[in-house]
């Protein structure tokens, strides 16, 4: 069992007594900035300062009066599920001139304002760079023109400048994501699965718009979670001749009984001469043999008189030189709307709280910064090396010079578009490399969603390097009954947006079968094996790499990709479907939240599941908002329960008259759901009432999350290339012979890194009794929720960050 850690610095050695922060959004909208400005308000507040809204961006500030408000605990109560920005955003001509920044300045010194938190684009984070950099010229202004005297001058001669990023496009370099980046995706994932169920009904193509102005990040991630045909994105601009390569690819893919083709194209696409990609150069030379194009255009599309390219016009030109059944899907703003995903919340409240840490540290020394996400690490890095480097991308473009833009844009970027392209297209025969090696893959424990876009980009890619694939029904189960048949290309065509898990999957261990499984091994010729699954599947594959010394024939490469709701396998951050869970939890917080904005003086007492490992309810918590969360791993007794309910009953009296309290399945045998729910309606008798929901399955469903889609995708096409390499190395004397420990590996994500990492080594790192890791990261988060929650404890901020130090990071993208 882990234990609470001992903290070697508190967050109260960083008092905010006598400090104000002001916090703005600023530029476009994204889902989850109202869940960064409750970070900040509440950690401001927790640490002692006065935390101010500045309401709509820099021209509140500019503007001052009743734009710049002192904020409450209470007045950012239920924010963190609302998507845009509740404190305003405006685009502000003013600031950007001398005389505008000057009035801003005069309005935050007479509320002795000097530390700024600022959640926007390049754009926002460079002017604020600029206001710090002015900041003493500014007060020496306003003390000569008599606005302030000198001793205010003196007072708030430091300005301190936060930045976060907030944008959907996910075009700042120097943080893996931005916040609005996972909601977008969201919204563009759950419409392009709508249009595919229309369109299995029909002959038709779709062409889809994504946002993304100079940036494709949005189009290609999004192409890879559905599996689109076509992608065209401005960082790499097709060829010429790449309509016609378009159509024959969509013509091959209709010869192979597809009813569907996509096309995903960034609004700002350009081919290599720097031309605009419009919906007149996505032609299909094909007649009648097609059933489907989507053409993705530039909501700013413009011809070359300067002329607007409207969708009708589009649609027009389509129907009438074409003759095509054709349908346009401009997503516009709806990417930037609805809900925030769990992701963006806890990115904005991971980031949010660090930004007040930030804040409290600097000196007049310290460079603006802007906080980042690296890995699952919250970071801190200078602010003008991230927006120089950002500027270096579109330099790069301007320029035509693709690769480069590409390699500024990151390696995460950078391995999202090798592996769309070594997935979308289907090599002949001849093309392939020669190999003679069959490879199976099975699923193993409870359904995960994603599991199935892991099978298919784990056979799509197995193909490519020429092996022949094989699909195990019901795992181990249907291994040893000889439920093993070959699978090609078109069979896992669609997979990648479907739950659960096509093939099947079982809990069954291979140790009671080890004969019945080596023979079947023998008869298929199998070479090597690739196991998606949970706890059980790194059992099974540890069970077989111990079977070696008296089965010959499990001396093949394994692997095993984590693949469980429950995030609860050894050796990996993260697992296939924690993702999808996480927002079916959060989603039904949400409303039952909601349900009780009618019935005042009510909390909620909500069981996950995850076993013993407490990571969905933690991490589902924290993104809910949740008032206090039990888990197996944090001990609680009596004492605790009580203290909970009376910290509840302190907050009915303050005009938040809700609360939520999350229960994990096996945190304790003895206080149950149903033991804490009958404690709580006691206690709060008079105070609140109480209802309790279970949630169950209901966490395992519904289709994966863009996350679950794009990290099965990337994480198995990794497998299987290190497989290949496996093979070959292991391949003597017409055999394959593969003894040793890094022959049989989970592959797995560890802070910035994908490792793989031998099974027989991650035993001792594992509790196999309640089937956890000994050592799991997201713990760190649990005195974030306390805090966001008003709870008095003790904040690791050696845990929050990095923060000794992270200033000299170089600023960069990775996987």
């Known amino acids: 069992m882990a234990k609470r850690q001992d903290t070697k610095k508190f967050f109260e050695n960083l008092s905010g007594a006598g400090k104000s922060i002001g916090v703005l959004t600023s530029g476009g909208d994204a889902q989850g900035m109202n869940a960064a400005v409750r970070a900040v308000v509440r950690m401001g507040i927790y640490v002692g300062a006065k935390v101010y809204f500045v309401h709509e961006g820099y021209q509140g500030m500019v503007d001052g009066g009743d734009n710049i408000e002192e904020a409450s605990w209470e007045s950012v109560s239920s924010m963190l599920q609302v998507g845009g920005t509740v404190i305003g955003s405006a685009r502000c001509k003013e600031f950007r001139s001398h005389e505008g920044r000057l009035k801003a300045a005069h309005h935050l010194v007479q509320r002795d304002i000097t530390n700024l938190c600022v959640i926007g684009g390049d754009g926002s984070l460079t002017g604020a760079n600029l206001f710090r950099e002015e900041w003493s010229g500014l007060l020496e202004e306003l003390v000569q023109q008599g606005l302030i005297d000198e001793e205010a001058a003196q007072n708030n001669s430091e300005l301190h400048i936060v930045g976060m990023v907030g944008s959907i496009d996910n075009d700042f370099c120097g943080t893996d994501m931005t916040i609005g980046t996972d909601s977008a995706l969201h919204r563009i994932i759950e419409v392009v699965d709508a249009i595919m169920t229309t369109a299995q009904s029909h002959q038709r193509t779709f062409v889809l718009e994504v946002m993304g102005r100079h940036c494709g990040y949005l189009a290609l991630v999004s192409a890879l979670a559905c599996g689109a045909d076509w992608v065209l994105i401005p960082e790499m601009p097709p060829e010429d001749g790449w309509e016609e390569q378009m ?265 009671k079968h080890l004969d019945k499984i080596a023979e079947q091994i023998r008869i298929h010729n199998i070479n090597a094996l690739l196991v998606i699954g949970g706890f059980e599947a790194f059992e099974c594959l540890l069970q077989l790499y111990e079977a070696r010394t008296s089965h010959e024939d499990f001396c093949i490469p394994m692997c095993v990709l984590p693949a469980t709701i429950s995030n609860n396998v050894p050796g990996t951050d993260l697992s296939i479907g924690a993702d999808t869970s996480l927002n079916a939890i959060v989603e039904t917080c949400d409303r039952i939240k909601q349900s009780a904005s009618g019935t005042k003086r009510r909390v909620f007492i909500i069981e996950t599941m995850g076993g013993y490992c407490g990571y969905l309810a933690s991490v589902g918590g924290l993104a809910a908002g949740a008032d206090a969360v039990y888990i197996y791993e944090e001990p609680f007794d009596i004492r605790d329960l009580q203290s909970n309910v009376e910290h509840l009953t302190e907050k009915m009296k303050t005009g938040i008259q809700r609360g939520l309290v999350l229960r994990n399945e096996n945190s304790n045998e003895n206080f149950t759901t149903d033991f804490i729910y009958q404690l709580y309606s006691e206690e709060g008798k008079g105070v609140f009432d109480c209802r309790k929901n279970v949630l169950g399955h209901m966490q395992q469903g519904g289709a994966p999350s863009p996350f679950d889609r794009n990290f099965g995708t990337k994480i198995a096409a990794k497998a299987i290339q290190w497989i290949s390499r496996k093979l070959k190395d292991s391949y003597k004397e017409g055999k394959v012979f593969a003894n040793t420990e890094d022959t049989a590996c989970l592959l797995g994500m560890r802070r910035r890194a994908m490792v793989f990492q031998p099974v027989v080594q991650l035993k001792d790192q594992t509790d196999f009794i309640h089937r956890i890791p000994k050592e799991q990261w997201w713990l760190k988060l649990r005195p974030l929720m306390k805090i966001l929650a008003k709870y008095k404890t003790s904040y690791d901020v050696s845990d929050s960050g990095q923060l000794e130090h992270v200033t000299r990071v170089r600023p960069k993208k990775v996987d």
């Not at 390097?465 to 019901?474: C, I, Q, R, S």
């Open 247 to 511: 159509c024959q690819k969509l013509s091959e893919s209709r010869s192979r009984g597809s009813r569907l083709n996509i096309i995903i194209v960034a609004e700002g696409a350009i081919d290599r001469q720097g031309k605009a990609i419009t919906v007149n150069n996505v032609k299909d030379n094909r007649a009648d043999k097609k059933r489907l194009n989507i053409i993705i255009v530039a909501e700013g599309a413009i011809d070359s008189h300067n002329k607007p390219i409207t969708t009708d016009h589009i649609k027009e030109l389509v129907v009438s030189c074409l003759g095509f059944d054709t349908r346009v899907t401009i997503l516009g703003h709806v990417q930037r709307g609805g809900t925030p995903s769990a992701f963006d919340r806890i990115l904005a409240s991971r980031m949010g709280v660090e930004a007040v840490l930030a804040l409290l540290e600097a000196s007049a020394s310290t460079p603006a910064c802007v906080v980042s996400l690296c890995g699952n690490q919250a970071v801190r890095l200078p602010l003008m090396e991230c927006v120089q480097m950002t500027q270096d991308v579109q330099k790069a473009m301007d320029e035509k010079n693709f690769e480069e833009a590409v390699r500024l844009r990151g390696r995460s970027f950078e391995n999202n578009l090798n592996t769309y392209k070594l997935l979308s297209y289907r090599k002949a025969d001849s093309e392939l490399p020669n190999s003679s090696f069959n490879v199976a893959v099975l699923n193993v424990g409870a359904p995960a969603a994603g599991m199935n876009a892991a099978v298919r980009s784990a056979v799509r890619v197995g193909i490519t390097e020429g092996h022949k694939m094989f699909a195990v029904n019901d795992g181990f189960e249907g291994f040893y009954k000889g439920q093993i048949k070959e699978i090609k290309w078109g069979d896992v065509g669609g997979w990648t947006g479907q739950g659960g898990s096509i093939l099947g999957t079982k809990r069954t261990l291979p140790a």
